[in-house]
């Protein structure tokens, strides 16, 4: 490793806000608060911890805990030592569990001491309770106890992170510690995360969104808020409380703090940014944001685990180009291909291909499935991500994004999108969540909505936004709209309830 790879491993992001800001405040969860000089001690304190249970470089470390400050030291903890850290969802079913934890082969399992009889029962690999290990860092902690001094190069693998989608396991996206503080410095070059920011996360470390909060708010030397266990009742006040400044959104937050906000009467927090991924926020819900924090900026982007992210709308350019999920991010770009591979002309509809230094290696011990996404240019031998999204750039080279594979379908040989269908159907008032299901073979184009509006009513409202073709033939109203882990649709599910409606 040469010294322009220093700064290329994710803990040389910790140790260079130490340097600059060790008094800084890093890190707070309900339980208390830790400084960036605080929280690197107890990284090398869970390294220390970790040596002497047998981990080296290498290693998969398998973590299914909630995300609080000691989850934040752990992985920084892993990796110091070269090792990779694997964190699951707290929510993962014993089926899915026993799957990754084959695929990763780790050397240990760290749980809640609660979960720990279930997990040894399913596997043979060592299962550590969270309580008992976190006692021996705080004795390590105590005696300034730290590794020996691990070689880690910036091609080795910093992180695994599972994530589910067209395979029925779970599939490990490889987050090489090169592409993934490349990507969150690119990132933060772009959203300017300050030292006076306050990041409000409600989200996992176990998704790739929440990992990357930490290591952002870890450059910006800002402080992050973990706040995924608070009750979404006291969002307003507990952001109010801690002076957030920065929230992360996905589009069923950002309805439900909308509604939060619309209600409250007291003054809003210091909120000046806002970002958002998982799918499109409807104009509607972006209106109630900038009317709820004054001068806010809500900022779109468009990503995948397999590269982060692809695209950012600039900050200063938030209320321009609807539609637009901005440029790729510095040093990287995006191509619009047809089913041949072939670049089509801006305005074209196309696969979306990422290439750059963000773009991961592959999915982990999955060949078949890495050769289908991951790609080399034949001219350049570039590693290109195809996503399986569809979308046009404009000529000045911004992006929109129009669907996944499985969201794009014709009726009448008219090609829509589920995508447009629900931004059409959350513009209605009173619906508060809509979910687009594809026609089949037994059934017609409908959708599902979480609304106090009869369904007639909301066919007629949609005929007036819709072609007259885009216009579900079926609506069914649903109590509580049924999300993934990460706050995306559960088209699954939903498809589940709309059959069982019809039965």
């Not at 110091?80 to 050397?107: C, D, Q, T």
């Not at 596997?123 to 976190?134: D, I, K, M, R, S």
């Not at 594809?438 to 007639?456: F, G, I, K």
């Not at 005929?463 to 609506?475: D, F, T, W, Y």
Request: with cysteine; net charge negative.
């Amino acid at each position: 490793m040469n010294n322009s790879d220093e700064g290329a491993l994710v803990h040389s992001l910790l140790d260079e806000a130490v340097a600059e800001a060790p008094g800084s405040r890093a890190v707070r969860d309900p339980a208390g608060e830790w400084t960036y000089d605080e929280l690197a001690a107890y990284s090398h304190a869970v390294a220390a911890t970790l040596y002497r249970l047998g981990v080296r470089r290498g290693d998969r470390v398998v973590v299914q805990l909630q995300t609080t400050r000691e989850l934040v030291a752990l992985f920084f903890g892993v990796s110091r030592l070269g090792a990779v850290f694997v964190p699951l969802n707290p929510a993962m079913k014993p089926f899915h569990l026993r799957s990754v934890i084959e695929n990763a082969e780790p050397v240990m399992v760290v749980a809640m001491d609660s979960a720990v009889a279930a997990i040894a029962g399913a596997t043979e690999v060592a299962v550590c309770g969270f309580e008992l290990l976190w006692g021996d860092v705080l004795t390590a902690h105590t005696a300034g106890e730290q590794a020996p001094t691990t070689t880690v190069d910036p091609d080795d693998i910093a992180v695994l992170i599972y994530t589910s989608g067209s395979t029925a396991a779970p599939k490990g996206v490889i987050g090489p510690h090169r592409q993934v503080t490349f990507a969150s410095r690119v990132i933060q070059a772009v959203l300017g995360y300050r030292g006076d920011d306050v990041v409000f996360c409600r989200f996992p470390m176990s998704w790739d969104y929440g990992l990357y909060k930490v290591l952002l708010s870890t450059l910006g030397r800002s402080e992050i808020v973990l706040a995924g266990t608070e009750s979404d009742l006291v969002l307003l006040k507990r952001m109010r409380e801690v002076g957030a400044t920065v929230l992360p959104i996905v589009p069923s937050l950002a309805s439900m703090i909308a509604i939060l906000a619309e209600r409250d009467t007291a003054p809003p927090p210091p909120i000046r940014l806002i970002t958002n991924t998982g799918a499109a926020l409807p104009d509607a819900t972006v209106v109630k944001l900038r009317a709820a924090f004054p001068d806010v900026r809500v900022v779109r982007q468009f990503g995948q685990t397999e590269c982060k992210r692809i695209t950012i709308m600039p900050p200063d350019e938030d209320q321009e180009r609807p539609g637009s999920s901005g440029v790729p991010l510095p040093g990287t770009s995006v191509l619009i291909v047809n089913s041949a591979g072939e670049e089509v002309p801006p305005g074209d509809i196309g696969e979306i291909v990422a290439t750059g230094p963000h773009v991961m290696p592959g999915y982990w011990r999955a060949p078949e499935i890495s050769a289908h996404a991951f790609r080399r240019d034949e001219h350049t031998g570039e590693l290109r991500l195809h996503t399986g999204d569809y979308g046009r750039v404009d000529e000045d080279g911004y992006l929109y994004f129009e669907g996944r594979r499985d969201d794009m379908f014709k009726v009448k040989g008219i090609r829509m999108s589920t995508l447009e269908i629900e931004a059409a159907a959350m513009d209605i008032p009173g619906v508060r969540a809509a979910g687009a299901i594809p026609p089949s073979e037994n059934r017609e184009l409908a959708l599902c909505v979480e609304t106090d509006l009869p369904p007639h009513t909301v066919l007629r409202e949609l005929a007036k936004r819709l072609e007259p073709q885009k216009v579900p033939s079926i609506c069914h109203v649903v109590e509580q709209f049924p999300l993934t882990a990460h706050g995306k649709n559960a088209t699954k599910e939903l498809a589940k309830l709309l059959e069982g409606a019809r039965t």
